[in-house]
């Protein structure tokens, strides 16, 4: 008796039990399409002007935020080879990788103290960074054939790496080819190979898993600096594709510090973008930008003078209704101050400020 009872029961506990472990793996399916749907792939690109030891130390700060919530994938403004070198770099106990890097790259902004300083500390600080090089082969007759024959050394001649170093170094040649006859449309064809290049990269991360990334590029890929055209530089093609989750900031709209400067004897707060070398002018050492904020009402009907200044002088993007401080140092060891004017004029395609009378 008690056997047939003990039976009894177990024969209703087993559907039951099947029951519930269906609707538990149900749920972790469920929660599973959830995790996925609502994975952060998000995109973030800034864009910079080459060399900038400033603009350097903002991205490494960018880059350690970003790293210590976990992301790991920097796209950069490098051949494909580039980065896989630097990758393999990024393993190595020495520097001789990043050493020939430099020399590869010698006479362009990435072959530079500064730039080599600037990985080693990523190296330093954030190990397990890898970087992804999405431009066309600009040292397609370097870098690229010694990635092909470090592959071929090592067996790999077969796989897809191999093949992509050989795209790109078409891409670089096809590149400068163009640009010796045709300027417009050999940055036309860059852009649209970065985009390329960029979506080709950023796929493959996708179907490994979800993941946010940052991009570091030259501030024309990323914003409509009226260098490329607006059309298609990279940032607006991606744009059409990734949509919201999609990024950008211009790092030359970000000020180096905050000042406050008195003109005329009222204070402003004056951001400033930097300090240029333009020692090739004669009689001129160097120069310093402010805008001054909040300033435009207070000058916009003092009187000018004949001397513009195109906003392809400035450190960071004009824009109508500005105000800018600049001191220049002179050879002599003296200083000279003028302040210019946006109101919206344009010459020759760009913005142009104007030299303001001061009282």
């Known amino acids: 008796m008690k056997t047939g009872k003990k039976s009894g029961r177990w024969k209703y506990a087993v559907p039951v039990l099947i029951l519930v472990l269906i609707l538990a793996l149900l749920g972790l399916l469920w929660n599973n399409v ?64 990043l050493e020939q890097q430099i020399k590869d790259w010698e006479g362009s902004a990435a072959g530079t103290e500064v730039k080599k300083n600037f990985l080693k500390q990523i190296k330093e600080n954030y190990p397990k960074t890898v970087f992804h090089g999405t431009d066309v082969d600009h040292t397609w007759m370097s870098t690229g054939p010694r990635y092909l024959k470090y592959l071929r050394a090592n067996g790999q001649q077969d796989t897809e790496e191999y093949k992509r170093a050989q795209e790109n170094i078409v891409q670089g040649r096809q590149y400068y080819k163009l640009l010796e006859t045709d300027k417009e449309a050999a940055e036309r064809y860059r852009e649209d190979r970065m985009v390329e290049n960029f979506q080709r990269s950023y796929q493959e991360l996708e179907e490994v898993h979800h993941t946010n990334i940052m991009g570091i590029y030259g501030r024309a890929h990323i914003v409509n600096t009226g260098y490329l055209n607006a059309e298609y530089y990279m940032a607006k093609q991606l744009k059409e594709s990734y949509g919201e989750k999609l990024h950008t900031t211009d790092l030359m709209q970000e000020p180096q510090r905050t000042d406050t400067l008195e003109v005329n004897g009222k204070s402003y707060t004056a951001s400033y973008f930097g300090e240029q070398d333009i020692s090739m002018l004669s009689g001129y050492k160097t120069r310093k930008f402010w805008r001054l904020e909040d300033a435009y009402e207070d000058f916009k009907v003092q009187p000018t003078e004949q001397d513009i200044l195109p906003s392809d002088n400035y450190p960071v993007r004009i824009e109508a209704g500005q105000v800018f401080a600049v001191e220049y140092l002179l050879s002599d060891g003296s200083t000279e101050w003028r302040y210019y004017r946006s109101d919206g004029t344009m010459q020759d395609g760009q913005l142009i400020t104007m030299r303001i009378k001061m009282e």
Do not use: P
Not at 58 to 83: C, N, T
Not at 84 to 91: A, D, E, G, S, T
């Open 34 to 97: 959830n995790n996925t749907s609502n994975s952060t792939d998000e995109i973030y690109l800034y864009g910079e002007r080459h060399g900038e030891q400033w603009i350097l130390n903002r991205e490494l700060e960018i880059w350690g935020e970003y790293y210590k919530k976990g992301m790991r994938d920097l796209f950069v403004e490098y051949s494909y080879a580039d980065a896989q070198f630097l990758n393999l770099w990024m393993q190595a106990d020495e520097d001789e990788l």
